[in-house]
């Protein structure tokens, strides 16, 4: 029984969408017969792309474009795409008698044919791949049954005003050309039309900014020559909008109608947006068609995560190893999970050739039902058919679970390891596997093909990391390396915000010759190599194609480019351009632990998409580069992205993502300190509640290493983040003076001058009143002026204090600050002494018990009170690690050895700890390269024992 619940296809128009949940969809159908003049669709794509992409609502957008069309073809694009915005680019025969250089126009020859059958039309091509018209009648009765989602019709081709008009009774907006236009004119009018609409422009306004912009490229004589239709009762094209955020309704008032993903209703959880990597200006630029000249290929349906009911996913993804020995129709498969001591199941199935046809016809003619088909077979062909004896072994296996009956792919999500020799079986793309009408992708399956007996162990990718691109310049004429270059770049920055444009130039290198590679390698350690160029097959086995340092290019094997590669590099990606598959049989890629590559021969745009974004998952989500590479079939649902294969030598990958914000400074006020802290915080509260008290007094003596000078940077920082709503605490940092002869008077001074720059005759209390007036608060908030007179001896820029500085600075909060306070403002005095273990010994004793038998007026005086705060003392690891899961960019899985090498190197000291940490956050180092530092066990201290049985008494 299905778990899909459908909905059929609303009947409701199409119209203004402001900011609806499915994008307005254009279909581009292009015909260029080779017998007709050459036109510059894939430019006109481009433009039309870019602009969509630099728009303000240009994600309402969705364009879609077919090539070569034929006139069976035109129907089924139709019933596909289901399209609000239909766009022709080509030829009309009508044009064929104005035989101008760069016009959109037919040839002479087909011209004739065409004058003998009667009217003419558009220009499509016939099954032998010569030039046919397409009767305007067929054409206007076959958009007549759209008629009640197709709002608009483009039609970018010579002398098409007549169509137009026709066209014009049944569809809202049609455009028509008036005669001949030159095809610069043409792709200007296109580009700027839709980038008028994804700016939220009506079809008015944007079908003459569109002639404007013919008018600026090519002159005043060609911008009349597009005519713009509407249909005789219809919306007004003045008021009309496909995208926007006002209301704008149309005449109407129709709401848009579903796309063709809609029929598909998502469980909860499953997304419903997909996640890309941000658009730059650059992806834009790139060349439209791939490498079979079709638009790319989207696996529709593509429905999400399924709901499970038997069981619940577990949350970590268990690996299961299918290890697969041909012989030859048939195949002889073993499984092995994790954990499991021998085989799980072993079976034979038979097909491989009728898989391998398979796959070709979807290579042929790339099609997501084809794909579905193709996923199906290969699930049934590697475990079997669900009503077959023992299909659920493996599954119930997985699961770990003898009392689950009946169990499937759906109930597990496992990173699937396929142990391939045979080099047809290595060609297939296992990533499709599907079963019934779900993907296994969707269900978190990921595949790979572990070419290595021994993988290894753990793989680390640090983060920022160094990336290579070799992107040569002799490409096939579906590649542009400039504009993807521009795309990886703009990735990665993206990707590391605190490294910033400048500093990935530092991460980043071009090569486009093998030399140049040669001579990166040699002073480099790339982390990732990302391949963009032309490949083929040389003797059976793969060769890339590279600039030579003068002209000309040379084609290098990719054996030779993965031994260069081999122990320098974690992961190759070959984003590749080639007439027929990439096999990699009869090459060795255990040399890095992983390899990417196409299954299938095309590239283009759609590669282009898929490589940009699999960088983006696997560096700002922090995904391994195979389930970053799933996740971009699952996002992207494309074909290009599904067929992609990884060959990987890893039992274990991490990826460390960059930190997003600046954690630098942190440590220094945020390490440690919880007793001081609390305490601070505690009579802070105090102290605004009490009814006499207005004046308190703070010392805290601690030693040089424990670093005195910051603490009140860091208790400040404590009161800030969490001290009580109901107080307002405002600080004042005024350094205690160097000379400290009538230190009293000074204390004075300062607080006149300095803090509260008294005018003349003015007392303190209203100063004071005065000075906190200034300060916002919420009505009810007490307001507490903070005076902080830092810190003083060894190690400060102060000089120690003697026992009656000590003293004088008490009796100032008492008799000075405790007799002019208002009685609506709270004072804290904060002083850091820093002395030795000895001088810290003797203040403690002088304000625990000396001045108070010896200055009863200081310690006793109603409106004034002092406090000593404990010693700080070493920085205990469960601070440590406390500070580095809240406040630092420490990976999770490495706060434990992180913790363990710093308590090891720092040996409790705050200053120690604190540098060591700043080095990370401030890119000196990585989290990795600290946690690599991890002492050996004999380096260790020797734990205590640990008995969990143990009685506590």
Same mark, same amino acid.
């Given at each position: 029984?299905?778990?899909?619940?459908?909905?059929?296809?609303?009947?409701r128009?199409?119209?203004?969408?402001?900011?609806?949940?499915?994008?307005?969809?254009i279909?581009?159908?292009?015909?260029?017969?080779?017998?007709?003049?050459?036109?510059?669709?894939?430019?006109?794509?481009?433009?039309i792309?870019?602009?969509?992409?630099q728009?303000?609502?240009?994600?309402?957008?969705?364009?879609?474009?077919?090539?070569?069309?034929?006139?069976?073809?035109?129907?089924?694009?139709?019933?596909?795409?289901?399209?609000?915005?239909?766009?022709?680019?080509?030829?009309?025969?009508?044009?064929?008698?104005?035989?101008?250089?760069?016009?959109?126009?037919? *040839? $002479? #020859?087909a011209? +004739?044919? /065409?004058?003998? %059958?009667?009217?003419?039309?558009?220009?499509i &091509?016939?099954?032998?791949? =010569?030039?046919?018209?397409l009767?305007?009648?067929?054409?206007?009765?076959?958009?007549?049954?759209?008629?009640?989602?197709?709002r608009?019709?483009?039609?970018?081709?010579?002398?098409?005003?007549?169509?137009?008009?026709?066209?014009?009774?049944s569809?809202?907006?049609?455009i028509?050309?008036s005669?001949?236009?030159?095809?610069e004119?043409?792709?200007?009018?296109?580009?700027?039309?839709?980038?008028?609409?994804?700016?939220?422009?009506?079809i008015?306004?944007?079908?003459?900014?569109?002639?404007n912009a013919?008018?600026?490229?090519?002159?005043?004589?060609?911008h009349?020559?597009?005519?713009?239709?509407t249909?005789?009762?219809?919306?007004?094209?003045?008021?009309?909008r496909?995208?926007g955020?006002?209301?704008?309704? *149309? $005449? #109407?008032?129709? +709401?848009p /109608?579903?796309? %063709?993903?809609?029929?598909?209703?998502?469980? &909860?959880?499953a997304?419903? =947006?997909r996640?890309?990597?941000?658009a730059?200006p650059g992806?834009?630029?790139?060349?439209?068609?791939?490498?079979?000249?079709?638009?790319?290929?989207?696996l529709?349906?593509?429905?999400?995560?399924?709901?499970?009911?038997?069981?619940d996913a577990?949350?970590?993804?268990?690996?299961?190893?299918?290890?697969g020995?041909?012989?030859?129709?048939?195949?002889?498969?073993?499984f092995?999970?994790?954990?499991?001591?021998?085989?799980?199941?072993?079976?034979?199935?038979?097909?491989?050739q009728?898989?391998?046809?398979?796959?070709?016809?979807?290579?042929?003619?790339?099609?997501g039902?084809?794909?579905?088909?193709?996923?199906?077979a290969?699930?049934?062909?590697?475990?079997?058919?669900?009503?077959?004896?023992?299909?659920?072994?493996?599954?119930?296996?997985?699961?770990?679970?003898?009392?689950?009956?009946?169990?499937?792919?759906?109930?597990v999500?496992?990173?699937?390891?396929?142990?391939?020799?045979?080099?047809?079986?290595?060609?297939?793309?296992?990533?499709l596997?599907?079963?019934?009408?779900?993907w296994?992708?969707?269900?978190?399956?990921?595949?790979?093909?572990?070419?290595?007996?021994?993988?290894?162990?753990?793989?680390?990718?640090?983060?920022?990391?160094?990336?290579?691109?070799i992107?040569?310049?002799?490409?096939?004429?579906?590649?542009d390396?400039?504009?993807?270059?521009?795309?990886?770049?703009?990735?990665?920055?993206?990707?590391w915000?605190l490294?910033?444009r400048?500093?990935?130039?530092?991460?980043?290198?071009?090569?486009?010759?093998w030399?140049?590679?040669?001579?990166?390698?040699?002073?480099?350690?790339?982390?990732i190599?990302?391949?963009?160029?032309?490949?083929?097959?040389?003797?059976?086995?793969?060769?890339?194609?590279?600039?030579?340092?003068?002209?000309?290019h040379?084609?290098?094997?990719?054996g030779?480019?993965l031994?260069?590669?081999?122990?320098?590099?974690?992961?190759?990606?070959?984003?590749?351009?080639?007439?027929?598959?990439l096999?990699?049989?009869?090459?060795?890629?255990?040399?890095?632990?992983?390899?990417?590559?196409?299954?299938?021969?095309?590239?283009?745009?759609?590669?282009?998409?898929?490589?940009?974004?699999?960088?983006?998952?696997?560096?700002?989500?922090?995904?391994?580069?195979?389930?970053?590479l799933?996740?971009?079939?699952?996002?992207?649902?494309?074909?290009?992205?599904?067929?992609?294969?990884?060959?990987?030598?890893?039992?274990?990958?991490?990826?460390?993502?960059?930190?997003?914000?600046?954690?630098?400074?942190?440590?220094r006020?945020?390490?440690?300190?919880?007793?001081?802290?609390?305490?601070l915080?505690e009579?802070?509260?105090?102290?605004?509640?009490?009814?006499?008290?207005?004046?308190?007094?703070?010392?805290v003596?601690?030693?040089?290493?424990?670093?005195?000078?910051?603490?009140?940077?860091?208790?400040?920082?404590?009161?800030?983040d969490?001290?009580p709503?109901?107080?307002?605490?405002?600080?004042n940092?005024?350094?205690l003076?160097?000379?400290?002869?009538?230190?009293?008077e000074?204390?004075?001074?300062?607080?006149?001058?300095?803090?509260?720059?008294?005018?003349?005759?003015?007392?303190?209390?209203?100063?004071?009143?005065r000075?906190?007036?200034?300060?916002?608060a919420?009505?009810?908030?007490?307001?507490?002026?903070w005076?902080?007179?830092?810190?003083?001896?060894p190690?400060?820029?102060?000089?120690?204090?003697?026992?009656?500085?000590?003293?004088?600075?008490?009796?100032?909060?008492?008799?000075?600050?405790?007799?002019?306070?208002?009685?609506?403002?709270?004072i804290?005095?904060?002083?850091?002494?820093?002395?030795?273990?000895?001088?810290?010994?003797?203040?403690?004793?002088?304000?625990?018990?000396?001045?108070?038998?010896?200055?009863?007026?200081?310690?006793?005086?109603?409106?004034?009170?002092y406090?000593?705060?404990?010693?700080?003392?070493a920085?205990?690891?469960r601070?440590?690690?406390?500070?580095?899961?809240?406040?630092?960019?420490?990976?999770?899985?490495?706060?434990?050895?992180v913790?363990?090498?710093?308590?090891?190197?720092?040996a409790?000291?705050?200053?120690?700890?604190?540098?060591?940490?700043?080095?990370?956050e401030?890119?000196?180092?990585?989290?990795?390269?600290?946690?690599?530092?991890?002492?050996?066990?004999?380096?260790?201290?020797?734990?205590?024992?640990?008995?969990?049985?143990?009685?506590?008494?």
């Open positions: 029984m299905s778990r899909w619940r459908s909905r059929s296809r609303s009947g128009r199409p119209g203004v969408s402001g900011g609806a949940d499915e994008p307005t969809r279909l581009l159908l292009a015909a260029n017969p080779p017998e007709t003049g050459r036109l510059g669709v894939e430019l006109e794509i481009r433009d792309r870019q602009f969509l992409q728009a303000t609502y240009g994600r309402q957008f969705e364009l879609r474009s077919e090539f070569a069309v034929r006139p069976p073809d035109i129907q089924e694009h139709i019933l596909r795409h289901r399209p609000a915005i239909l766009h022709f680019s080509g030829h009309n025969v009508t044009a064929a008698e104005r035989a101008r250089a760069g016009a959109r126009e037919f *040839s $002479a #020859s011209s +004739a044919r /065409a004058r003998r %059958r009667g009217p003419g039309g558009l220009i &091509r016939a099954r032998d791949d =010569s030039a046919v018209e009767p305007p009648e067929a054409l206007r009765a076959l958009l007549q049954q759209f008629s009640d989602e197709l608009c019709v483009v039609l970018n081709a010579c002398e098409t005003h007549e169509q137009a008009e026709a066209l014009a009774g569809i809202d907006f049609v028509g050309m005669r001949a236009l030159d095809d004119a043409a792709i200007a009018f296109s580009a700027s039309f839709y980038r008028a609409l994804a700016f939220g422009e009506s008015e306004r944007a079908f003459h900014l569109g002639r013919i008018a600026m490229v090519v002159g005043l004589g060609e009349e020559v597009p005519r713009l239709f249909r005789e009762g219809g919306p007004s094209a003045s008021q009309f496909f995208a955020e006002g209301d704008g309704a *149309s $005449a #109407s008032g129709d +709401a /109608a579903p796309s %063709r993903d809609a029929a598909v209703t998502r469980p &909860r959880g997304a419903a =947006s996640v890309e990597a941000p730059s992806r834009a630029r790139r060349r439209a068609a791939d490498g079979s000249g079709s638009s790319p290929a989207r529709d349906p593509f429905p999400g995560a399924r709901m499970l009911r038997d069981v577990p949350s970590r993804r268990v690996t299961l190893d299918a290890i020995e041909r012989d030859g129709d048939r195949v002889v498969w073993r092995r999970a994790r954990g499991q001591p021998a085989v799980v199941r072993a079976r034979e199935a038979t097909g491989v009728a898989l391998l046809e398979r796959a070709r016809l979807l290579h042929a003619r790339p099609d039902a084809l794909a579905l088909r193709l996923g199906q290969l699930t049934r062909f590697v475990f079997g058919a669900p009503d077959e004896p023992g299909y659920d072994e493996v599954f119930r296996a997985l699961l770990d679970r003898r009392g689950v009956s009946r169990a499937g792919p759906a109930h999500p496992a990173r699937c390891r396929l142990h391939l020799r045979d080099a047809t079986l290595l060609s297939l793309p296992w990533a596997m599907a079963e019934g009408a779900d296994l992708l969707d269900d978190g399956w990921t595949f790979e093909l572990a070419r290595a007996a021994r993988p290894r162990k753990s793989v680390r990718l640090p983060g920022p990391c160094a990336v290579l691109v992107a040569p310049r002799a490409t096939g004429g579906n590649l390396p400039v504009p993807h270059f521009d795309d990886i770049e703009d990735v990665l920055t993206r990707a915000p490294v910033g400048r500093g990935v130039a530092q991460h980043l290198e071009l090569a486009r010759a030399s140049e590679v040669r001579r990166l390698l040699r002073t480099r350690k790339p982390d190599v990302y391949f963009y160029g032309r490949a083929s097959m040389t003797g059976g086995a793969p060769t890339l194609r590279l600039d030579l340092a003068g002209d000309g040379e084609d290098i094997p990719l030779e480019l031994d260069a590669l081999g122990g320098r590099a974690r992961a190759l990606y070959l984003n590749t351009d080639s007439r027929r598959p096999s990699l049989a009869q090459v060795d890629t255990s040399a890095l632990p992983c390899v990417i590559a196409p299954t299938r021969p095309a590239g283009g745009i759609e590669g282009d998409a898929a490589g940009a974004q699999w960088l983006w998952m696997m560096l700002k989500q922090g995904l391994d580069p195979v389930a970053a799933q996740a971009v079939a699952r996002e992207r649902s494309t074909l290009r992205a599904a067929t992609m294969c990884a060959h990987t030598r890893f039992d274990e990958w991490i990826t460390d993502v960059a930190p997003s914000e600046d954690c630098s400074g942190r440590a006020l945020r390490v440690d300190r919880t007793v001081q802290r609390a305490q915080l009579g802070i509260r105090t102290l605004a509640s009490h009814p006499t008290r207005l004046v308190e007094s703070v010392v003596c601690g030693e040089d290493p424990y670093s005195m000078r910051h603490l009140g940077d860091l208790l400040y920082q404590h009161v800030h969490f001290g709503a109901s107080v307002r605490v405002v600080r940092r005024i350094p003076p160097r000379e400290r002869a009538a230190l009293l000074q204390l004075r001074a300062l607080l006149r001058e300095e803090l509260l720059e008294l005018e003349p005759g003015e007392s303190v209390t209203r100063g004071i009143a000075k906190l007036a200034e300060i916002p919420r009505q009810g908030a007490r307001k507490l002026l005076i902080d007179w830092g810190a003083v001896g190690g400060t820029k102060s000089p120690a204090l003697q026992v009656r500085d000590l003293v004088e600075w008490l009796r100032f909060a008492a008799d000075e600050l405790g007799t002019h306070c208002p009685r609506s403002v709270r804290l005095s904060l002083l850091s002494i820093s002395a030795s273990a000895r001088g810290c010994a003797r203040i403690e004793e002088y304000l625990d018990d000396l001045i108070p038998r010896r200055h009863a007026s200081i310690v006793f005086s109603p409106s004034a009170h406090t000593r705060l404990p010693r700080p003392g920085v205990s690891k601070d440590l690690i406390d500070f580095l899961d809240k406040y630092s960019s420490c990976p999770k899985d490495l706060i434990s050895p913790s363990t090498v710093i308590n090891a190197r720092a409790g000291s705050f200053e120690a700890v604190v540098t060591a940490i700043e080095e990370v401030t890119g000196a180092v990585t989290w990795s390269e600290l946690a690599r530092a991890l002492p050996s066990e004999s380096e260790r201290e020797p734990a205590a024992r640990y008995d969990e049985d143990e009685l506590i008494q």
